[in-house]
């Protein structure tokens, strides 16, 4: 037994680096437990500075918690994602006012992607059409876009496993949409052999090239 380790992470994290380092870890250190607890953007901070984790992924952040250092592990961006069979799948170098023609699934109200949405069609003088539904449940918004062929803004973070695995197509949007960087946020002490093993894992694993890995 190598230990315990105590991880907060944010969706967008989970999508863009546990489900790939995770499965790795286990086969790599047996004996290390890992516990994963997905964490809102508010949250994380407190759980760590509560030492309920012992470390967190998440976004870029200027200041972390007293005792703690980020690193940064993977760029992300924005996505518009759709399922395979829609329209605008395949179509090369799209640009808003088409996007604007479309059926969108709307995100939550004071998220990045929500704001970066208004902001888009605010500047077109345009409210699109959205369907009646709202959440910040990755998995129920993978369904939604896939049965109700509509459109969706997300970081890609979030949804490149089903984009890995065929389900979803990202957009090929003009002009690319960056987004804060995914990272580690670590002890500054050296802790415990366990989360020193996943810290480094992790690192590892967001530098390394991602196999059959989509856009």
Do not use: K, N, Y
């Not at 964490?39 to 901070?45: G, L, N």
């Not at 012992?54 to 918690?65: G, I, N």
């Not at 998220?111 to 605010?122: H, I």
């Not at 539904?133 to 459109?151: G, H, I, P, Q």
């Amino acid at each position: 037994d190598e230990g315990v380790v105590r991880v907060a992470a944010i969706s967008s994290a989970v999508g863009g680096l546990l489900v790939r380092a995770l499965p790795a870890f286990a086969q790599a250190h047996p004996g290390v437990t890992v516990q994963v607890l997905e964490s809102a953007p508010e949250q994380w901070a407190l759980q760590l500075a509560r030492g309920e984790v012992d470390l967190a992924l998440v976004r870029h952040t200027a200041v972390p918690p007293a005792g703690f250092e980020f690193v940064p592990l993977a760029e992300d961006r924005f996505a518009v994602v759709c399922r395979p069979a829609h329209a605008l799948a395949r179509r090369r170098s799209v640009r808003w006012p088409t996007l604007a023609r479309a059926t969108w699934l709307p995100q939550a109200a004071g998220s990045a992607a929500r704001e970066l949405f208004d902001q888009q069609f605010a500047a077109l003088g345009v409210q699109p059409a959205t369907v009646p539904v709202v959440t910040r449940v990755a998995t129920l918004s993978v369904a939604l876009v896939e049965s109700l062929d509509v459109l969706a803004l997300v970081p890609q973070s979030v949804v490149q496993p089903w984009i890995d695995e065929g389900r979803l197509v990202a957009v090929d949007v003009e002009p690319p949409m960056p987004f804060r960087p995914l990272g580690l946020v670590r002890p500054l002490a050296e802790g415990a052999r366990a989360v020193q093993l996943f810290g480094e894992f992790v690192r590892t694993q967001a530098a390394a090239p991602a196999a059959g890995r989509r856009a």
